[in-house]
């Protein structure tokens, strides 16, 4: 059974940076397909914030353009998500998530809180 672990969240003033982590467990490094990161503020449905290929290419959320990136590391099974210039709006559950053999798979998520 795939699993995701996600850490590095935590609380931030605006402006400040975090670093989230994701790693897949379980599971050959040569499985895995796209892996990225969703998020759920309260309230609001989950939505994309960047997804990343095997190859490379990754693709953001207009809201996160140019202050988030995704780098990942095929090796480690890892994906990460570096977040900078943070706003209170990009408050929310971030979670993790891989592409297997047909199949997303989602970590338990870790959550983000961006103070004025």
């Known amino acids: 059974q795939v699993q995701l672990v996600e850490s590095g969240g935590g609380s931030v003033q605006a402006g400040g940076s975090l670093r989230l982590s994701c790693a897949a467990t379980?599971?050959?490094?040569?499985?895995?397909?796209?892996m990225g990161w969703n998020r759920q503020a309260p309230g609001k449905q989950r939505e994309l914030v960047a997804t990343i290929t095997r190859g490379g290419s990754a693709i953001y959320a207009d809201s996160v353009k140019g202050r988030f990136t995704i780098p990942r590391d095929n090796a480690k099974n890892a994906v990460y998500l570096e977040m900078n210039s943070l706003k209170p709006e990009d408050t929310a559950v971030y979670y993790c998530?891989?592409?297997?053999?047909?199949?997303?798979?989602w970590g338990k998520g870790t959550l983000v809180t961006v103070s004025s």
């Open positions: 379980s599971v050959n490094i040569f499985s895995i397909n796209a």
């Open positions: 998530n891989a592409d297997v053999a047909g199949l997303r798979y």
